[in-house]
Protein backbone atom coordinates (compact mmCIF):
# COMPACT_ATOMS: atom_id res chain seq x y z
CA UNK A 1 0.00 0.00 0.00
CA UNK A 2 1.06 3.75 0.37
CA UNK A 3 3.03 4.68 2.23
CA UNK A 4 5.59 8.12 3.64
CA UNK A 5 8.66 8.27 5.22
CA UNK A 6 9.43 11.55 6.84
CA UNK A 7 12.84 12.45 8.28
CA UNK A 8 12.57 12.15 12.06
CA UNK A 9 12.19 15.04 14.21
CA UNK A 10 11.90 17.53 15.82
CA UNK A 11 14.13 20.19 13.82
CA UNK A 12 15.45 22.98 15.80
CA UNK A 13 17.32 26.19 13.72
CA UNK A 14 17.95 29.76 14.32
CA UNK A 15 16.48 32.65 12.21
CA UNK A 16 17.62 33.10 8.97
CA UNK A 17 19.11 29.19 8.58
CA UNK A 18 18.83 26.45 5.92
CA UNK A 19 15.83 23.92 5.79
CA UNK A 20 15.74 20.68 4.58
CA UNK A 21 13.36 18.05 5.42
CA UNK A 22 13.73 14.90 4.24
CA UNK A 23 10.34 12.99 2.63
CA UNK A 24 9.84 9.63 0.54
CA UNK A 25 7.11 7.51 -0.60
CA UNK A 26 6.25 4.34 -1.36
CA UNK A 27 2.85 4.13 -4.13
CA UNK A 28 1.14 2.50 -6.76
CA UNK A 29 0.88 4.68 -10.09
CA UNK A 30 2.25 8.30 -10.53
CA UNK A 31 1.07 9.71 -7.22
CA UNK A 32 0.70 13.51 -6.69
CA UNK A 33 2.68 14.52 -3.81
CA UNK A 34 1.74 17.64 -1.36
CA UNK A 35 3.50 19.63 1.95
CA UNK A 36 0.86 20.57 4.39
CA UNK A 37 1.80 23.04 7.35
CA UNK A 38 0.00 23.02 10.54
CA UNK A 39 0.42 25.70 12.86
CA UNK A 40 -0.14 25.39 17.00
CA UNK A 41 -4.19 24.70 17.25
CA UNK A 42 -4.95 24.65 14.10
CA UNK A 43 -6.10 22.30 10.70
CA UNK A 44 -3.96 21.82 7.96
CA UNK A 45 -2.64 24.36 5.04
CA UNK A 46 -1.88 23.30 1.71
CA UNK A 47 1.85 24.40 1.64
CA UNK A 48 2.96 23.47 -2.38
CA UNK A 49 2.20 20.56 -4.48
CA UNK A 50 3.67 18.80 -7.65
CA UNK A 51 1.50 16.39 -9.63
CA UNK A 52 4.17 14.73 -11.86
CA UNK A 53 7.86 13.58 -11.70
CA UNK A 54 10.08 16.42 -12.25
CA UNK A 55 8.16 18.97 -10.91
CA UNK A 56 8.64 21.66 -8.82
CA UNK A 57 6.32 23.11 -5.97
CA UNK A 58 7.07 26.48 -4.29
CA UNK A 59 5.21 28.70 -2.01
CA UNK A 60 6.31 31.52 0.79
CA UNK A 61 9.84 30.61 -0.11
CA UNK A 62 9.46 26.86 0.51
CA UNK A 63 10.37 24.21 -2.58
CA UNK A 64 10.10 20.72 -3.27
CA UNK A 65 10.54 19.19 -6.44
CA UNK A 66 9.20 15.83 -7.48
CA UNK A 67 11.92 12.97 -7.42
CA UNK A 68 10.79 9.98 -9.25
CA UNK A 69 13.71 8.28 -9.69
CA UNK A 70 14.74 8.44 -5.57
CA UNK A 71 10.91 8.71 -4.56
CA UNK A 72 11.45 11.67 -2.67
CA UNK A 73 9.52 14.95 -2.14
CA UNK A 74 12.18 16.91 -0.20
CA UNK A 75 10.96 19.94 1.45
CA UNK A 76 13.81 23.30 1.09
CA UNK A 77 13.66 26.68 2.48
CA UNK A 78 16.40 29.21 2.02
CA UNK A 79 15.94 30.89 5.03
CA UNK A 80 13.73 30.20 7.70
CA UNK A 81 11.78 32.69 9.89
CA UNK A 82 10.69 32.17 13.75
CA UNK A 83 6.67 32.34 11.69
CA UNK A 84 8.25 29.14 10.13
CA UNK A 85 7.59 27.05 13.48
CA UNK A 86 5.10 24.69 12.97
CA UNK A 87 4.32 20.99 12.27
CA UNK A 88 4.77 20.04 8.50
CA UNK A 89 3.47 17.02 6.99
CA UNK A 90 4.50 15.20 3.60
CA UNK A 91 1.35 13.65 1.96
CA UNK A 92 0.44 11.76 -0.95
CA UNK A 93 -2.79 11.03 -3.46
CA UNK A 94 -2.55 7.97 -5.59
CA UNK A 95 -5.63 8.98 -7.85
CA UNK A 96 -7.54 6.25 -9.81
CA UNK A 97 -9.89 4.47 -7.22
CA UNK A 98 -7.94 6.57 -4.25
CA UNK A 99 -8.88 9.88 -6.14
CA UNK A 100 -8.16 12.81 -3.80
CA UNK A 101 -7.19 10.19 -0.37
CA UNK A 102 -4.51 11.39 1.03
CA UNK A 103 -1.66 9.40 2.77
CA UNK A 104 0.30 11.29 5.14
CA UNK A 105 3.90 11.05 6.90
CA UNK A 106 4.38 11.16 10.66
CA UNK A 107 5.41 14.82 10.76
CA UNK A 108 8.50 16.90 11.29
CA UNK A 109 8.12 19.78 14.11
CA UNK A 110 9.91 22.59 13.08
CA UNK A 111 10.94 25.69 15.79
CA UNK A 112 13.17 28.25 14.89
CA UNK A 113 14.58 30.75 17.21
CA UNK A 114 15.64 34.18 17.21
CA UNK B 1 -15.42 32.40 0.18
CA UNK B 2 -16.07 30.50 3.13
CA UNK B 3 -13.89 27.70 3.39
CA UNK B 4 -14.24 24.33 5.42
CA UNK B 5 -16.08 24.62 8.37
CA UNK B 6 -16.91 22.41 11.57
CA UNK B 7 -18.32 21.68 14.60
CA UNK B 8 -18.22 21.65 16.89
CA UNK B 9 -14.30 22.71 17.67
CA UNK B 10 -14.14 20.89 21.09
CA UNK B 11 -16.51 18.06 23.04
CA UNK B 12 -15.69 15.99 25.72
CA UNK B 13 -17.66 12.65 25.70
CA UNK B 14 -17.36 9.68 28.04
CA UNK B 15 -16.81 5.99 26.97
CA UNK B 16 -19.41 4.66 25.54
CA UNK B 17 -21.08 7.61 23.83
CA UNK B 18 -22.11 8.26 20.96
CA UNK B 19 -20.63 11.71 18.98
CA UNK B 20 -21.61 13.45 15.92
CA UNK B 21 -18.80 15.98 13.84
CA UNK B 22 -20.40 18.35 11.02
CA UNK B 23 -18.60 19.95 8.35
CA UNK B 24 -19.47 22.49 5.31
CA UNK B 25 -17.20 22.04 2.47
CA UNK B 26 -15.41 25.01 0.66
CA UNK B 27 -17.91 26.83 -1.69
CA UNK B 28 -18.01 25.13 -5.04
CA UNK B 29 -16.97 21.40 -4.13
CA UNK B 30 -18.30 18.52 -4.03
CA UNK B 31 -16.63 16.21 -1.70
CA UNK B 32 -16.29 15.60 1.81
CA UNK B 33 -13.54 13.20 3.52
CA UNK B 34 -12.78 12.61 7.10
CA UNK B 35 -9.26 12.54 9.32
CA UNK B 36 -8.42 11.58 12.28
CA UNK B 37 -5.16 12.56 13.66
CA UNK B 38 -3.74 11.37 17.35
CA UNK B 39 -1.77 13.84 18.91
CA UNK B 40 2.16 13.52 17.65
CA UNK B 41 1.05 11.44 14.05
CA UNK B 42 -0.23 12.73 10.73
CA UNK B 43 -3.78 12.38 9.62
CA UNK B 44 -5.24 8.87 9.08
CA UNK B 45 -8.16 8.72 6.49
CA UNK B 46 -11.57 7.61 8.07
CA UNK B 47 -13.70 7.78 4.47
CA UNK B 48 -14.70 9.85 1.64
CA UNK B 49 -18.38 10.67 0.76
CA UNK B 50 -19.11 11.95 -2.81
CA UNK B 51 -22.63 12.30 -4.57
CA UNK B 52 -23.96 11.11 -0.90
CA UNK B 53 -22.23 7.70 -0.95
CA UNK B 54 -19.33 6.15 0.74
CA UNK B 55 -16.94 5.92 -2.01
CA UNK B 56 -13.58 5.23 -0.07
CA UNK B 57 -12.86 3.99 3.27
CA UNK B 58 -9.97 3.40 5.09
CA UNK B 59 -8.60 1.06 7.85
CA UNK B 60 -11.60 1.91 10.72
CA UNK B 61 -13.99 -0.14 11.97
CA UNK B 62 -17.86 0.54 11.35
CA UNK B 63 -18.59 2.51 14.79
CA UNK B 64 -17.61 4.95 12.35
CA UNK B 65 -20.01 6.09 10.04
CA UNK B 66 -21.03 9.18 8.13
CA UNK B 67 -23.54 10.81 6.03
CA UNK B 68 -23.20 13.73 3.34
CA UNK B 69 -26.52 15.62 2.57
CA UNK B 70 -27.80 17.23 -0.89
CA UNK B 71 -25.84 20.23 0.21
CA UNK B 72 -22.55 18.46 0.27
CA UNK B 73 -22.24 18.81 3.82
CA UNK B 74 -21.26 15.87 5.59
CA UNK B 75 -21.42 14.32 9.46
CA UNK B 76 -19.37 12.10 11.11
CA UNK B 77 -20.55 9.59 13.80
CA UNK B 78 -18.58 7.54 16.61
CA UNK B 79 -20.57 5.15 18.64
CA UNK B 80 -19.53 3.32 21.46
CA UNK B 81 -16.18 5.76 21.91
CA UNK B 82 -13.29 4.87 23.54
CA UNK B 83 -10.48 6.04 24.98
CA UNK B 84 -8.15 5.75 22.15
CA UNK B 85 -11.03 7.35 19.92
CA UNK B 86 -9.31 10.93 21.35
CA UNK B 87 -8.16 12.36 18.71
CA UNK B 88 -8.57 15.58 16.33
CA UNK B 89 -11.20 14.98 13.28
CA UNK B 90 -10.54 16.93 10.20
CA UNK B 91 -12.88 17.23 7.41
CA UNK B 92 -11.30 17.89 3.99
CA UNK B 93 -12.98 18.90 0.97
CA UNK B 94 -12.65 18.93 -2.88
CA UNK B 95 -14.08 19.22 -6.19
CA UNK B 96 -14.19 15.78 -7.64
CA UNK B 97 -12.09 15.01 -10.89
CA UNK B 98 -10.64 18.75 -10.69
CA UNK B 99 -7.31 17.50 -9.56
CA UNK B 100 -6.20 17.00 -6.12
CA UNK B 101 -6.15 19.96 -4.16
CA UNK B 102 -7.55 19.66 -1.45
CA UNK B 103 -8.60 21.98 1.66
CA UNK B 104 -8.78 21.43 5.39
CA UNK B 105 -10.75 22.69 8.56
CA UNK B 106 -9.40 23.66 11.10
CA UNK B 107 -10.75 20.29 13.10
CA UNK B 108 -12.91 19.04 15.70
CA UNK B 109 -11.09 18.31 19.59
CA UNK B 110 -12.35 15.02 20.72
CA UNK B 111 -11.53 14.31 24.05
CA UNK B 112 -13.07 10.90 25.09
CA UNK B 113 -13.04 10.40 29.43
Known amino acids: ?114 | DAGVTQSPTHLIKTRGQQVTLRCSPKSGHDTVSWYQQALGQGPQFIFQYYEEEERQRGNFPDRFSGHQFPNYSSELNVNALLLGDSALYLCASSLFGAGDTIYFGEGSWLTVV
Open chain 1, 1 to 114: GDSVTQMEGPVTLSEEAFLTINCTYTATGYPSLFWYVQYPGEGLQLLLKATKADDKGSNKGFEATYRKETTSFHLEKGSVQVSDSAVYFCALSSGGTSYGKLTFGQGTILTVHP
